[in-house]
Nanobody
Framework: QVQVVESGGGLVQAGGSLRLSCAAS????????MGWYRQAPGKQRELVAT???????KSADSVKGRFTISRDNAKNTVYLQMNNLKPDDTAVYYC???????????????WGQGTQVTVSS
């Protein structure tokens, strides 16, 4: 089995910062892309940022210059440093992992349970 567990959400005032963490564990052979998505009330889930094993990054225009994604391959962990937060960043943030499993074939996709980020004005 594979587990993906997020931490680090919370309530912060506009202009503040938060750091999210997500760790993948279990029968993992290779962890390919890891990333963050978010879903605000009444809206569809959207990409925030993803990072491949080679360090290449894709991020939403709305967070460029404010959010930084990074990963520790030795710990199978991805981080999202969020600075200068805005009320529009309020959402449930979900971690996503694309990986191959020990004894498995092909790529598997896993989601974390989500962590709430609330930015007050």
């Amino acid at each position: 089995q594979v587990q993906v567990v997020e931490s680090g959400g919370g309530l912060v005032q506009a202009g503040g910062s938060l750091r999210l963490s997500c760790a993948a564990s279990g029968r993992i052979s290779s962890l390919n892309a890891m990333g963050w998505y978010r879903q605000a009330p009444g809206k569809q889930r959207e990409l925030v940022a993803t990072i491949n094993r080679d360090g290449s990054i894709k991020s939403a225009d709305s967070v460029k210059g404010r959010f930084t994604i990074s990963r520790d391959n030795a710990k199978n962990t991805v981080y999202l440093q969020m600075n200068n937060l805005k009320p529009d960043d309020t959402a449930v943030y979900y971690c996503n992992a694309l990986l191959t499993r020990l004894g498995g074939v092909g790529l598997y996709e896993y989601w974390g349970q989500g962590t709430q980020v609330t930015v007050s004005s």
